[in-house]
């Protein structure tokens, strides 16, 4: 199967010399391909040295640095890229317990990345020996391009000041080296499924979209490639996928202890979802399609709120939170879930009915003194901190705090950190027994119907006076938009202002940090570090005391969640991508990585090839025929991918001006005439059957629209639109410009169509045009890409958003054009020729003698300057001026003969830039987009207008990379490489630790302290304590050990600290208690239904200890035993434990289990015992 790829790649089954001769200062062995008929299999001779294109160091290429073929896998000796399959006794033995088509999936994945591979080697071996022959170049501006394009006149000042192109790579110098789990997707194939929430555990990642839940294993699939399918996302890592139709998913709360996701929707419902790769199968089985064996169903849901549920958290009791509008909160106590999912499928009505009325709202025992700005505010986040056992409410102007235990409300404070009002605790005097009469039931429920309508309109109320007040709701710039809690038991808040906030777990605030000014979107942290992501595409890393350790743009749109998982940090941008960044990031390893990940650029980089037909014409207000159409675009677009057409004048006059600018202002553009166009050219380009509009944009007088061939459809999207008016006072649009910006192959492409100042004498007016125009352009999304009418885009929100890149131009300096890979300038420039009559300039032209006319250029001469159009390009001109002719007129006779006789001139004019700096760079990932002009001619036989159209035709080399390959040597690099595993196993070390005992008994209210010590002399050990499972022992039996939610404590047990740091050769004391707890039995609505009960039957918990490093992923458990023993029941146990060990080894005996006291007698003995 491999060598067959190979022939069908090489072309050959006969003897072939793959290579001869090399370029000076390189090295170029021969190498034979040979086909054996006997054995059907190709292979390189083995006498001959395969040494190609390599330097001295061999580190260039490495695949080509070794002397036999045999050692790459080729012919007799093992497969090429063997790593990537499993050997054929594992395949054997594999397939016997894996579905056969799981294995043939697998199999085929596999051959498919092997087969790419091959592919993208065999195109850069091709490359790199195509330019082994040195290529002519020439010291001035006139150049010819190496793609055997046409000569090209080069404008100076392209790389300095603001026209300087930001860098690029196969591994991005400006940034840590990192992986695509999901690439940006074009914006149109995302309508209705956008991802807008992240949430990770150790195994796996969760995303939640408009539609669906997506699912990752971070421990089998994360490097996998994905099986091709028909709707497949075949660079996505693969994924599970719900069942679609459900509502948008606003919120995620992750349960690692009984593998659940809890997400909260726009419909007001809360859902459970059970892992669905614990359930067996092969890592193979995951698919990026919709099919069906990929879809799996919620496991629970239930109408948590009316309104959606903005926010959700597990507490550290176990119990779920959810926060929706108006200040709604409700807790979903854990026996009450817990009850629910222990029903078969046939009870699921009733689970849900029952869980539907067991919520608590602690509002209920609030009374509000003042307290109705905050308690009815949205509740847009929940974060629960179990270093203190609390729970943070946030709004976007306050916080509240809860107790997690007792649920009841602690503190109330503004962003900052004054108290608003001190809330009175209402404890509901209800009776001892447990049976309440009708009667009490329902005054109870009309109690707490009252005091949230109440809430809620007290809320509202409030909002409104805020707002007519302000005149805004709050002041922007002070809202909370995340929340993140800490190891040391901190809390941050990010603010829109670009802010930091840190507060203790009590609420007060404790600093304030800035280091960005755009807005901050979210937060998450692992171990010693915070990650903090911007509405700008930055992510920033601070350490604990909020000091900078790195910042690099990490998305080229807002950063709308950060997930942490694994080893590594999860981004998703509001475009769809979700990228991982290595939590050590940055550090010593990224560089490591950077190095061997661009070495590696041939095997996961292609070039793509693709011609542009850019188009431009001054219909001087006029309509064409369908025979000048053709004309012009007919026969050049029958070989081009996409087709770029900019019009100018196709509505004039005052009104029509006055009008199209009033018209801008309320956000709508087009007009009849604008559509009569669009219209033809659609019919010239048979449009809908060879030929996609993608997108169009018109301003007054202004026209520009891009088709796009339909089998590039797929690879082309993203559309935005722009508008710069540079009429009278820079707001009419009969100067100007429009402009349309498109992905293809993900790299960015602007076209942008011009009609610059008119006359002789206004050079300088034209430059500050086209100033003005590069500065200031910013695109948008348009109103409606693909319909019929001009797509475009509100011009009032685009003076808006044109004024904010003003204000950010003034710090970064890049305006957005530069920021693209291709620009492509197209119009009527209205540059003239200068010094030479008109006779004079109908006599060179007639004699075709354009190279002494070029020398009259307006425009070249400017260029020149480095006065416009900076660094950019355009064929040497062979056609004669567009520009003034007579209607209807054809051939060189048609120019201007009336009264003004104005002299001809070259006013309709394309330039272009690319990625180049020079003539010489070569296509590839940090040189992604390289072009040269295939054609560049004018059409003087269509006579439609006073000027001529004219075209240019561009082959474009794109160099982009295969995600999913990317993705796999990423993996192949973090799990095989030496170098990299030593650093990690350095940069992962856990500090050795103790822990003074194994085992704990309390009694009611006992308080035991358990130490547990840092022996490391240098590192700091963090710990963080879990309550893996609570049992209750009858009858000294001890019961199964169920786990709480997310590991959650029992109401009866409290712990503290929870988690924590120690320094090197210290200890911390943890303080383990019984709490008198009276539990409510059940909640109705939200309202206790019966009286206190409390439980006297003996408990026992485990507790675990992680201790870890400082990024906490790899992590030590001690496991510790806690029984509470009832003060009745005290000596039963005491004196039947011994008998009944024997029965139940699970249950410790007397001496196991210790009371410690609070001195340090044992601390100096720990320290010199070894840990467990």
């Not at 939640?208 to 421990?219: D, K």
């Not at 850019?614 to 070989?639: I, P, Y």
């Not at 007088?701 to 089998?711: D, E, K, P, T």
Request: net charge negative.
């Amino acid at each position: 199967m491999f060598t067959t790829s190979l022939l069908q790649v090489v072309g050959s089954s006969h003897l072939q010399s793959i290579a001869t001769g090399g370029a000076p200062g390189s090295s170029l062995s021969i190498a034979h391909l040979k086909w054996d008929n006997d054995s059907m299999e190709a292979k390189f001779s083995e006498e001959d040295s395969f040494d190609l294109l390599s330097d001295p160091s061999h580190d260039t290429y490495p695949l080509f640095s070794c002397t036999r073929l045999s050692d790459i896998g080729i012919g007799g000796g093992p497969r090429i890229f063997s790593r990537h399959f499993e050997d054929s006794p594992s395949s054997s033995a594999a397939s016997g317990d894996e579905d056969d088509e799981d294995h043939l999936r697998s199999t085929t994945t596999s051959m498919e990345s092997t087969n790419k591979r091959l592919d993208y080697m065999l195109q850069f071996l091709d490359r790199k020996l195509s330019s082994a022959s040195p290529a002519k170049t020439t010291a001035d501006s006139l150049s010819v391009s190496r793609n055997s394009g046409l000569p090209e006149f080069i404008g100076r000042g392209g790389d300095e000041g603001i026209f300087k192109l930001p860098p690029r790579a196969a591994v991005h110098p400006g940034r840590p080296p990192c992986f695509e789990v999901r690439p940006h997707p074009l914006r149109e194939t995302q309508i209705g499924c956008y991802l807008r929430t992240l949430g990770a555990t150790t195994t796996h990642l969760w995303a939640g979209g408009e539609q669906s839940l997506r699912v990752w294993s971070l421990t089998r699939d994360l490097y996998s490639a994905c099986s091709q399918g028909e709707d497949a996302e075949l660079d996505t890592a693969p994924f599970f996928e719900s069942t679609a139709g459900i509502s948008p998913t606003l919120c995620m709360a992750a349960d690692e202890a009984n593998h659940l996701l809890w997400s909260g929707h726009r419909d007001g419902k809360i859902r459970c979802w059970k892992v669905p790769l614990l359930n067996g199968g092969s890592s193979s089985s995951s698919a990026c399609g919709t099919n069906g064996k990929t879809r799996f169903s919620d496991a629970l849901s239930w109408q948590a709120h009316r309104g959606p549920i903005f926010s959700i958290a597990i507490s550290s009791y176990g119990d779920l939170w959810s926060g929706s509008e108006a200040g709604s909160i409700k807790i979903w106590p854990w026996d009450a879930i817990e009850r629910s999912l222990s029903m078969t499928a046939e009870e699921r009505h009733i689970a849900v009915s029952s869980l539907e009325r067991s919520y608590i709202d602690p509002r209920n025992h609030v009374k509000q003194n003042g307290l109705n700005n905050s308690l009815g505010a949205d509740v847009k986040h929940l974060l629960s901190v179990p270093s203190k056992g609390r729970v943070w409410s946030a709004s976007y102007s306050s916080f509240t705090l809860w107790d997690a235990r007792t649920r009841e409300l602690l503190r109330v404070f503004n962003v900052d950190g004054q108290v608003e009002s001190q809330a009175e605790i209402i404890m509901p005097d209800l009776p001892m027994d447990l049976h309440c009469n009708a009667k009490k039931d329902r005054l109870q429920s009309s109690i707490g119907f009252f005091q949230r309508s109440r809430n809620v309109i007290m809320g509202a109320a409030d909002a409104v006076l805020r707002v007519a007040t302000k005149g805004t709701f709050g002041d922007d710039n002070r809202k909370t938009d995340a929340l993140v809690s800490t190891i040391d038991g901190m809390i941050w808040t990010g603010c829109a202002s670009g802010s930091l906030i840190q507060w203790d777990c009590n609420g007060n605030r404790v600093q304030d940090v800035q280091y960005h000014s755009s807005p901050v979107q979210c937060m998450c942290s692992l171990g010693l570090r915070m990650w903090v992501g911007y509405g700008d595409g930055i992510i920033q890393v601070l350490n604990l005391e909020g000091k900078l350790i790195g910042s690099w743009t990490a998305h080229g749109g807002p950063i709308i969640k950060l997930a942490a998982g694994a080893d590594y940090v999860f981004s998703l941008a509001n475009h769809g991508g979700i990228r991982a960044w290595h939590i050590t990031s940055p550090g010593a390893l990224d560089s490591v990585l950077r190095a061997e990940l661009g070495g590696k650029e041939f095997l996961y980089s292609r070039i793509e090839n693709i011609k542009i037909l850019a188009a431009t014409w001054n219909v001087g207000q006029g309509r064409a025929s369908r025979d000048s159409l053709m004309t012009w675009l007919g026969a050049a677009a029958s070989s081009v991918n996409i087709v770029v057409i900019g019009l100018q004048e196709v509505e004039m006059g005052a009104g029509f001006l006055a009008v199209s600018a009033a018209k801008e202002t309320v956000g709508l553009e087009g007009s009849s005439g604008g559509q009569w166009w669009l219209d033809m050219i659609d019919k010239t380009l048979d449009e809908g059957a060879t030929f996609d509009r993608i997108g169009s944009r018109q301003l007054a007088g202004l026209l520009i629209a891009v088709w796009v061939r339909q089998n590039l459809r797929l690879h082309v999207g993203d559309v935005d639109a722009a508008a710069v008016p540079c009429g009278f006072g820079h707001a009419i649009g009969n100067k100007g410009a429009v402009g349309l910006k498109i992905r293809v192959y993900d790299q960015i492409f602007c076209f942008i169509n011009c009609h610059f100042a008119a006359h002789l004498e206004a050079v300088s007016r034209r430059n500050a045009d086209f100033d003005h125009v590069y500065r200031t352009m910013t695109f948008s999304k348009p109103s409606n890409t693909f319909s019929a009418v001009a797509a475009g885009s509100s011009s009032a929100a685009q003076m808006l958003r044109g004024a904010n890149v003003i204000g950010a131009q003034s710090v970064n300096r890049l305006p957005e054009l530069t920021k693209a890979d291709m620009v492509i300038f197209l119009g009527d420039f209205n540059y003239r020729l200068d010094g030479i009559s008109y006779d004079e300039a109908r006599d060179f032209i007639s004699q075709r003698c354009f190279e002494w006319l070029r020398e009259k250029d307006q425009l070249q001469a400017e260029m020149e300057a480095g006065n416009v159009f900076q660094g950019m390009r355009e064929a040497v001109i062979k056609f004669p001026p567009t520009y003034k002719f007579e209607r209807h007129m054809a051939g060189l006779a048609g120019y201007d003969s009336g009264e003004k006789k104005r002299t001809p001139a070259w006013c309709d004019r394309i330039l272009y830039r690319d990625r180049r700096s020079s003539l010489l760079t070569e296509c590839s990932l940090e040189c992604p987009v390289v072009s040269s002009v295939l054609e560049y001619d004018a059409c003087l036989d269509v006579t439609d207008s006073d000027h001529k159209p004219v075209r240019c035709i561009l082959s474009v080399d794109i160099a982009r990379a295969d995600e999913s390959l990317r993705r796999q040597e990423f993996g192949e690099i973090i799990m095989s490489n030496g170098k990299v595993n030593s650093m990690l196993d350095r940069l992962f070390g856990i500090p050795e630790t103790i822990v003074s005992t194994n085992n704990i008994l309390i009694q009611n209210q006992d308080v035991s302290i358990l130490r547990v010590t840092n022996k490391c002399h240098k590192e700091t050990a963090l710990f963080h304590i879990i309550c893996e499972g609570v049992a209750v022992i009858k009858d000294s039996q001890t019961g199964y050990h169920h786990p709480r939610g997310c590991f959650g404590f029992p109401p009866w047990l409290e712990v503290t600290p929870v988690m924590g740091m120690i320094e090197p050769d210290q200890t911390v004391e943890v303080l383990v208690c019984h709490e008198k707890f009276r539990t409510l039995e059940e909640f109705v609505d939200g309202i206790p239904q019966n009286g206190w009960c409390e439980d006297t039957c003996d408990k026992e918990v485990i507790l675990v200890i992680h201790v870890g490093g400082t990024y906490m992923n790899r992590r030590k458990g001690h496991r510790i035993r806690v029984r509470h023993c009832s003060t009745t029941r005290t000596k039963q146990v005491g004196v039947r434990l011994s008998s009944d060990i024997k029965k139940q080894p699970q249950v410790l005996q007397r001496s196991d289990i210790q009371r410690l006291s609070n001195s340090h007698d044992i601390v100096e003995h720990l320290r010199n015992l070894h840990s467990p």
